[in-house]
Each structure stands twice: as structure tokens, then as C-alpha cells.
């Protein structure tokens, strides 16, 4: 099944303490990304890939890394969270830009405190 | 840069009820544009989509047509169900930029 996979789906973490949230997709896809959805705000882009070893910041990109070492995975990366990273993840990809959709994984719930 | 607005809700109908959610975009070329519908607890999942002007794009009763002189793309549905409540993303794309944008998201509850 083509499918993106994001773990964990949900998380409580103290401020400072890094962690990875790992998203994974099985369909070849160049191009991945990560979302942040906050309410009122829709869904801003914090960093993307249009190929291994190639990504760059989206909006948001302050306070998260990622890397591309591969084509399927693409992980989201906190060093020290803060509070105001508390919201809804969600890793996206596609075979390129443009006309194509975006398959969404399930996200994740990241609260901070 | 490149925009989406969307109309805010919540947005409460009747089962059976006609659906409109609004949608505008501000490009700088010409993109495509999309919907995606979110239910509970789940990721976002395309809905329907139209890559060029007069395009209109359909799927589970849901239509919308891509205008490119009122720059719209508006969600419409001749009968909703209770089965549609969820969150509707407009969004759109182009080749030249490396990300899509999207509206705030328009929750619809349906009552039976």
C-alpha cells in the first residue's frame, strides 16, 4: 500500500530535550516535506527536499533540522523544543511540484511543556 | 508572494444541504489549485484538483471549477452528508516555487 508514516503519533516532551520524529514514504517520491497545522493558521511549511542530500527551509524553519539521507525517509529533527512548538506535524510527499497532490502522513501530536 | 484564502467557519448544515466554501488565490504565475479534506484524527487527503483555467476538478459529489478571472476556486456540494464533516484545505501550487500553500482550513459539521 503507497502510503507516508510519521512516529511517533503522539508526544509529550519537556522543554529542551531533543527529539526526531521520523516520516517515511514507500513510493519513490522526490520531493517530501514538513507541516506544522495550527489552528487559524492552516498548515505553513517548515522544511522540504526536492532530493537526497537537497533541502531547504520553508516558512517556519526555526528551531527544526532535517536531513535527506535517503530517498524514503526524511526526518524532522528538535534539538531544544520549546513551548511554541507545541502543534500538529505532518510529513508530506510527492513526485514533484506543481500539478502533482501531496500524500500526507497521519501527523503527529507534539506537545511541549 | 503566492496566497490562499479560504472562508472561515465553522460551517453548520442540515444533511441534504447545498455546500459552498470559498475560495480565493493570489499567484504570480499560474498555478494549480487543490482541495484536501481532513477527518478526524487523520492526515490531510487530496479531494480534488485543477491545473489550468476553465479546469474543474470532481470526486464524491464535490465540485469546483478554476476561475481564473475572479482568481477562485470555490468547493461546492449539491447534498451534503453526515459522512463529509471534516476540515476542507484550499491550496495551491506551482512548478516554480517549492511548496504549496493553503488556506486556514473551513471545519463542516453536517447534523443529521
Known amino acids: 500500500e503507497a502510503q507516508v508514516t510519521q512516529n511517533p503519533r503522539y508526544l509529550i516532551t519537556v522543554t529542551g530535550k531533543k527529539l526526531t520524529v521520523t516520516c517515511s514514504q514507500n513510493m519513490n517520491h522526490e520531493y517530501m516535506s514538513w507541516y506544522r497545522q495550527d489552528p487559524g493558521l492552516g498548515l505553513r511549511q517548515i522544511y522540504y527536499?526536492?532530493?537526497?542530500?537537497?533541502?531547504d527551509k520553508g516558512d517556519v524553519p526555526e528551531g527544526y533540522k532535517v536531513s535527506r539521507k535517503e530517498k524514503r525517509n526524511f526526518p524532522l529533527i528538535l534539538e531544544s523544543p520549546s513551548p511554541n512548538q507545541t502543534s500538529l506535524y505532518f510529513c508530506?510527499?510527492?513526485?514533484?511540484?506543481?500539478?502533482?497532490?501531496?500524500?500526507f502522513g497521519p501527523g503527529t501530536r507534539l506537545t511541549v511543556t | 508572494g503566492d496566497s490562499v484564502t479560504q472562508m472561515e467557519g465553522p460551517v453548520t448544515l442540515s444533511e441534504e444541504a447545498f455546500l459552498t466554501i470559498n475560495c480565493t488565490y493570489t499567484?504570480?504565475?499560474?498555478?494549480?489549485l487543490f482541495w484536501y479534506v481532513q477527518y478526524p484524527g487523520e492526515g490531510l487527503q487530496l479531494l480534488l484538483k485543477a491545473t489550468k483555467a476553465d479546469d474543474k476538478g470532481s470526486n464524491k459529489g464535490f465540485e469546483a471549477t478554476y476561475r481564473k478571472e475572479t482568481t477562485s476556486f470555490h468547493l461546492e456540494k449539491g447534498s451534503v452528508q453526515v459522512s463529509d464533516s471534516a476540515v476542507y484545505f484550499c491550496a495551491l501550487s506551482e512548478a516554480d516555487n517549492n511548496d504549496m500553500r493553503f488556506g486556514a482550513g473551513t471545519r463542516l459539521t453536517v447534523k443529521p
Open positions: 527536499s526536492m532530493n537526497v542530500e537537497v533541502t
Open positions: 499567484a504570480t504565475g499560474y498555478p494549480s
Open positions: 508530506a510527499s510527492s513526485p514533484d511540484m506543481g500539478m502533482y497532490e501531496q500524500y
